[in-house]
Nanobody
């Protein structure tokens, strides 16, 4: 059974940094992409960043580009999201997800989700 377990959330001040971790287990993720999404109160869940497990290709939402860095440790089956220069608008529950490529659409479809970790940034 696939499990994604996030950790590392917390309460920080604007300008601080925080690193989220996502420990993955239950299958081989070689062909998958690992993504981070977030959902703020009253808002829809939005894409933050993703990385392909095999090639390490990374993608970022414009709102976090230059501030967040996604990485992976294959030996530990863990994906990280280093968040720097955090702002109050980054406050949200952050979710880790794993997705396989849809050959028809050419996009990753995220089927596996973690339980989420709260990140709160105070001004």
């Amino acid at each position: 059974q696939v499990q994604l377990v996030e950790s590392g959330g917390g309460l920080v001040q604007a300008g601080d940094s925080l690193r989220l971790s996502c420990a993955a287990s239950g299958r081989t993720f070689g062909s998958y992409a690992m993504g981070w999404f977030r959902q703020a109160p009253g808002k829809e869940r939005e894409f933050v960043s993703s990385i392909t497990w095999s090639g390490g290709n990374t993608y970022y939402a414009d709102s976090v580009k230059g501030r967040f860095t996604i990485s992976r440790d294959s030996a530990k089956n863990t994906v990280y999201l280093l968040m720097s220069s955090l702002q109050p608008e980054d406050t949200a529950v952050y979710y880790c997800a794993a997705g396989a490529m849809n050959e028809l659409s050419g996009e990753y479809e995220y089927d596996y989700w973690g339980q989420g970790t709260q990140v709160t940034v105070s001004s």
